[in-house]
């Protein structure tokens, strides 16, 4: 049964960046695709982009274009999203998620969400 | 990018109501449309996939329907586990959206 284990809550200054971990435990890793959510405080979910590390190849949404930056290390069976230029609208919990073709794209797997705050 | 709809955005209800939560999308996605439970400070859990597949071990008072753009989502005997947010999201192409919630409260 694949688990995915995230990194712990941040606290970040405006400009800085961030990188947080998701951890694959079961499973195959390098077929897999590895995704990322954020869910602002009281709102909804907004997808951030994707890695299928078995490809190399990321997918990023628009909006944050240029500002994250999505990889994989094979090795230890962990995905990252690093965000920079932050803003307290960053301010959110991100969750990584895996999206299964099979389930027709859905997110059946999700990480248990790191706070992310960015203050001054 | 596809935009979701859902509504209502919340809705009171008692235990054993049935409930439907419709979710519209601004273009045609065929079936590639999931369904999403949330509870307070937990992460989203998949219910259902491609519109009305019953994701494993998912009760089966949830159920799914639709296709191109309306899609609904019904729990036919509201449990008191049940009351959470509810979110559709789409699959058909990236990014991949979701809508903005149903709040399903105690009535």
């Known amino acids: 049964q694949v688990q995915l284990v995230q990194s712990g809550a941040e606290v970040k200054k405006p400009g800085s960046s961030v990188k947080v971990s998701c951890k694959a435990s079961g499973g195959t890793f390098n077929s897999y695709d590895f995704n990322w959510v954020r869910q602002a405080p009281g709102k909804g979910l907004e997808w951030m982009g994707g890695i299928i590390p078995i490809f190399g190849t990321t997918n990023y949404a628009q909006k944050f274009q240029g500002r994250v930056t999505i990889t994989a290390d094979e090795s230890t069976s962990t995905a990252y999203m690093e965000l920079s230029s932050l803003r307290s609208e960053d301010t959110a919990v991100y969750y990584c998620a895996r999206l299964l073709r099979q389930l027709g794209g859905s997110f059946d797997i999700w990480g248990q969400g790191t706070l992310v705050s960015v203050s001054s | 990018d596809i935009q979701m709809t859902q509504s209502p955005s919340s809705l009171s209800a008692s235990v054993g109501d049935r409930v439907t939560i419709t979710c519209r999308a601004s273009q045609s996605i065929s079936s590639y449309l999931n369904w999403y439970q949330q509870t307070p400070g937990k992460a989203p859990k998949l219910l259902i996939y491609t519109a009305s597949s019953l994701q494993s071990a998912v009760p089966p008072r949830f159920s799914g329907s639709g296709s191109g753009t309306d899609f609904t989502l019904t729990i036919s005997s509201l449990q008191p586990e049940d009351f959470a947010t509810y979110y559709c999201?789409?699959?058909?192409?990236?990014?991949?959206?979701f809508g903005q919630g149903t709040k399903v409260e105690i009535k």
């Open positions: 999201q789409q699959s058909s192409s990236a990014p991949w959206t």
